[in-house]
């Protein structure tokens, strides 16, 4: 607490350091380092492998970030053997880690632990902590909310099920031998929200035997009396007192605690930090501690209600110097009048009475409050571990990006990211930042962040939405949010998994109070399948997208629904598909057919779903081992009469034609059906073909030409190589930049070459083969074809 300095790895534009990639990398691969263990299923180190200490640290904590189980005792168990294995300062916080998992990590005589919120540990961690050689070592422990580990009473009457408890002889030994806490190094310590009623010693004994404590936080604890126990502790420099209950019987023992250079007496509610007297307490604290630099006040009314004119005599008014008024010793707070020429370093005035975060002159370098952008960010830093006050931060920040303009938003995104981090399971904290995101993915400078930044940002947005899925409000700012990004490249592969089961998640719902998270689910869905190779639309298959999207197209031809949901479904369904077999046997495994069958009928002029549906087709066309499905009557009938169709411009004539090439490749023998005849459908297919301009614009793309060119070889029916041909000549001439090079790269040259070196292609396809090799040659030594003439007739 106090002038808190956040820096954080992720905002940086350098590459990510080799220990945290090499660390991610192997926390997605576990076996890299460890096995499991047949007998107990927990990971052990692999036989031969020794960890240093910096490798460990960093595991624990990579391990607690992105396992989706978290941090827990199957982990831990891989740093049972300390020689192997080496660790000094650990962080469980938030984990589901047993006593007998923290044991482990203590047999490694830890100086620093951080176990807040560790709901599973019980009273044996405490006798753990007090082993002979463990507790001697602690310098920093961090109980937080973890109040299970202490004792409910120091009374001479037994614990409650004295199996289970710190100590099984009667709880009076416990102030015979005079602590609670055998950890007699210990500098830092923190304990919050620790409640005892009736036991006013309950506090003397866990603290009086830590003479050596440097920093104590006792933030919400109850029942702590006047706190002269804390007298004794003649190194304590910084003190922690927020919400603390009665905080105004604690100030005179605190005003003799003259070593202290940081204080904080603040309130979460205003209620309880009414002072009397405030001017006067405040500046006899002041007064008292000369060695103070940070100061935390909020919530409580000891800033006073006056202003500079109110409380200064009127012959102390400025003096003019050179017609300038001095106004170094001017005060808006009168308790800090004292400090006028010597302002602390942090001053905490965030919601405290009077508004006195709004005055002009605060005698500090540092302030929270509400008054501005520095405030707020001060107070988002200063209270990353009070989620009651953290929240309400988080919401003046959102205002700020939604209202005004952020000045130093870097700083901002930090904060913001961090604070959902620690708190993963506060939903409003994960709703007022994710809104927060959104702005800042949207803004004008989301070009300025780095690609760490925006990796980050999406990995924490995925935490909140798995975390509170029920939570509309946080379903919309995540998937509204992630729209910002550019989807898949800002997706780290670790994350692709995740990020396809939360939005299948989505998609598959909960009821038509959805349908708004739906769509967008599905638009991010079809993002992430459109420019990725075949081992993750393999995975987007393997994880049920093509039977959710075949559900999602019953559902609306059950309501005779024509929307942008089934479009998108059917586009979904057509990227996942491109070059992927397991996926097209999944559609046609799924009745696609008959969907698409009904579709047609339902919807015969809707011209997007039309294009949609026979783009799908003509990757399914295009897997050999599942031509033969597509070879009925009614399913060549449609294609051929598709042929003359101008949805979409030539979209859907062009699909058509492409599907009805790759099932004709297969020869004369593959053709089963009587009607249409075989070569009824390929003279109607070169017929559309001839009908298409060579300059038309196009909405399709492709990743690779290679089942195109497949079709060059087919020498048996050349009408195959028409299209083919056609199709390359096309897509060269209008978007060159993109498919010349990819034309050479994957040996098409070559096989037009060879193409017009052979008799059985007739004229019009040599003629095409040539425009292409034309083109790319053009363009290979103009950089594009804009000055080019053509007689695309030739």
């Known amino acids: 607490m106090g002038a808190v300095i956040v820096?954080?790895?992720?905002?940086d534009s350098s590459p990510e350091p080799l220990l945290d990639a090499c660390g991610k990398f192997v926390i997605q691969h576990p076996e890299t380092f460890c096995e499991l263990e047949p007998e107990t299923g927990l990971w052990r180190l692999r036989s031969g492998l020794a960890l240093p200490m910096e490798i460990c640290e960093k595991l624990i904590t990579?391990?607690?970030e992105m396992a989706p189980e978290g941090l827990d005792d199957k982990f831990i168990n891989i740093f049972k053997d300390v020689v192997l294995t080496?660790?000094?300062?650990?962080?469980?916080?938030?984990?589901?880690?047993?006593?007998?998992?923290?044991?482990?990590?203590?047999?490694?005589?830890?100086?620093?632990?951080?176990?807040?919120?560790?709901s599973k540990l019980t009273k044996r961690t405490l006798k753990n902590v007090n082993r002979e050689g463990v507790g001697e070592c602690l310098t920093s422990l961090v109980i937080g909310k973890t109040r299970n580990i202490l004792p409910d009473t120091v009374f001479s009457n037994p614990l409650p099920d004295s199996s289970d408890s710190s100590d099984s002889s009667p709880v009076s030994e416990i102030e015979q031998r005079g602590y609670i806490l055998r950890t007699p190094n210990l500098r830092r310590l923190v304990v919050r929200e620790l409640y005892i009623p009736m036991e006013p010693q309950y506090f003397a004994l866990l603290l009086k035997p830590l003479s050596k404590l440097t920093h104590l936080d006792l933030s919400g604890c109850f029942f702590?009396?006047?706190?002269?126990?804390?007298?004794?502790?003649?190194?304590?420099?910084?003190?922690?007192?927020?919400?603390v209950q009665r905080i105004q019987d604690t100030v005179s023992t605190i005003m003799m605690m003259k070593s202290l250079r940081f204080l904080d007496i603040s309130q979460a509610n205003k209620k309880y930090g009414m002072f009397e007297s405030p001017d006067t307490v405040l500046a006899d604290i002041v007064s008292s501690l000369p060695n103070l630099t940070g100061l935390d006040i909020s919530g409580t009314n000891l800033a006073g209600d006056g202003t500079f004119d109110e409380y200064r005599d009127c012959d102390e008014k400025p003096k003019e110097f050179n017609g300038m008024t001095d106004t170094e010793d001017l005060c808006d707070i009168p308790g800090l009048k004292s400090r006028t020429t010597n302002p602390f370093e942090f001053l905490g005035l965030y919601n405290t009475a009077y508004d006195a975060c709004h005055r002009n002159h605060i005698p500090a370098k540092v302030v929270t409050g509400e008054a501005n952008e520095e405030q707020i960010l001060a107070a988002t830093a200063a209270y990353l571990d009070r989620p009651e006050v953290l929240v309400k931060a988080l919401n003046e920040l959102f205002h700020i990006f939604r209202f005004e303009t952020c000045n130093d938003q870097p700083r901002a995104l930090n904060l913001i990211l961090l604070s959902m981090i620690r708190h993963r399971h506060e939903k409003h904290i994960q709703i007022s930042g994710s809104a927060s995101l959104f702005y800042i993915a949207k803004s004008e400078e989301k070009n300025s962040l780095s690609v760490r930044a925006r990796q980050k940002m999406i990995?924490?947005?995925?935490?909140?939405?798995?975390?509170?899925?029920?939570?509309?409000?946080?379903?919309?700012?995540g998937c509204l949010t992630l729209c910002q990004f550019k989807i898949p490249q800002h997706v780290q592969l670790f994350e692709y998994r995740r990020l396809v089961q939360l939005l299948l998640r989505l998609i598959r719902g909960r009821g038509d109070?959805?349908?708004?998270?739906?769509?967008?689910?599905?638009?991010?869905?079809?993002?992430?399948?459109?420019?990725?190779?075949?081992?993750?639309?393999?995975?987007?298959?393997?994880?049920?997208?093509?039977?959710t999207m075949l559900k999602l197209i019953n559902d609306r031809l059950q309501h005779q629904l024509h929307d942008d949901v089934l479009e998108i479904a059917w586009s979904a369904m057509w990227n996942v598909t491109d070059e992927t077999p397991i996926n097209c046997q999944r559609f046609l495994d799924g009745q696609g057919m008959t969907y698409f069958q009904k579709c047609l009928k339902e919807f015969p002029d809707k011209h997007e779903l039309l294009r949609n549906m026979m783009g799908l087709l003509g990757n399914v066309a295009e897997v050999r081992e599942l031509r033969p499905r597509l070879m009925t009557p009614d399913l060549m009938t449609t294609f051929a009469d598709l042929l003359d169709s101008n949805s979409d411009g030539i979209e859907v004539s062009y699909n058509a034609a492409g599907v009805l090439s790759h099932i004709a490749s297969g020869g004369v023998?593959?053709?089963?059906?009587?009607?249409?005849?075989?070569?009824?459908?390929?003279?109607?297919?070169?017929?559309?073909?001839?009908?298409?301009?060579?300059?038309?614009k196009r909405n399709i793309n492709y990743r690779s030409f290679e089942p195109i060119l497949r079709l060059l070889e087919v020498y048996h029916t050349p009408q195959c190589q028409h299209w083919a041909a056609w199709a390359l000549a096309n897509l060269t001439r209008v978007y060159p930049d993109k498919y010349c090079s990819l034309v050479e790269e994957e040996g098409g040259i070559q096989l037009l070459e060879a193409l017009l070196q052979s008799s059985k292609p007739y004229k019009r396809i040599q003629s095409l083969a040539r425009i292409v090799i034309f083109q790319c040659q053009y363009y290979k030594e103009n950089g594009s074809l804009d000055d080019m003439e053509l007689d695309t007739e030739c």
């Open 62 to 64: 990579l391990w607690q």
């Open 459 to 477: 990995t924490v947005l995925l935490d909140a939405m798995e975390t509170h899925i029920d939570d509309s409000t946080m379903m919309r700012n």
């Open 513 to 547: 109070g959805d349908d708004f998270v739906r769509r967008i689910a599905i638009y991010l869905l079809n993002s992430l399948a459109c420019q990725v190779d075949g081992e993750q639309k393999e995975l987007v298959g393997d994880l049920g997208a093509i039977e």
């Open 7 to 11: 820096n954080f790895p992720w905002d």
């Open 669 to 696: 023998e593959t053709w089963t059906i009587k009607k249409p005849t075989r070569a009824e459908v390929l003279e109607r297919m070169v017929a559309a073909i001839e009908r298409w301009d060579l300059k038309s």
């Open 86 to 118: 080496r660790l000094k300062r650990v962080t469980v916080r938030n984990s589901s880690i047993s006593d007998e998992g923290l044991n482990h990590l203590l047999s490694h005589h830890l100086i620093e632990l951080d176990i807040s919120n560790c």
């Open 224 to 243: 702590l009396n006047d706190v002269k126990y804390i007298l004794d502790m003649k190194c304590l420099v910084s003190l922690i007192l927020h919400s």
